[in-house]
């Protein structure tokens, strides 16, 4: 089993910056893709940043230039640093890994999410 565990989000006002952090812990062979997605009241689930292990990125096109995504493999955690937020940012964060998993006959890449954590952008 494998946990992601989540944390940073809170209340700001728009304009202000918050750091988001995601741990994954448990039967961790190796790390692919850590990423962040977020979904609003009413909204779909969407992708807003995810990186690789090699540290490739990729980027929702409405954050682009305001966050930034990082990832820690020594530690296998992956952060989110968010500035200028925008009301329409607000959303619960979810932290997601392809974690390589050892089967009975061999590895398998499997998917896991953390629980989510709120943030909210005030005008």
């Known amino acids: 089993q494998v946990q992601l565990v989540e944390s940073g989000g809170g209340l700001v006002q728009a304009g202000r910056s918050l750091r988001l952090s995601c741990a994954a812990s448990g039967s961790i062979l190796s790390i692919n893709a850590m990423g962040w997605y977020r979904q609003a009241p009413g909204k779909q689930r969407e992708l807003v940043a995810a990186?690789?292990?090699?540290?490739?990125?990729n980027y929702a096109d409405s954050v682009k230039g305001r966050f930034t995504v990082s990832r820690d493999n020594a530690k296998n955690s992956v952060y989110l640093q968010m500035n200028s937020l925008k009301p329409e940012d607000t959303a619960v964060y979810y932290c997601?890994?392809?974690?390589?998993?050892?089967?009975?006959?061999?590895?398998?890449?499997?998917?896991?999410w953390g629980q989510g954590t709120q943030v909210t952008v005030s005008s």
């Open positions: 997601n890994a392809e974690v390589n998993t050892r089967v009975v006959l061999g590895t398998i890449p499997l998917k896991y």
């Open positions: 990186i690789t292990s090699g540290g490739s990125t």
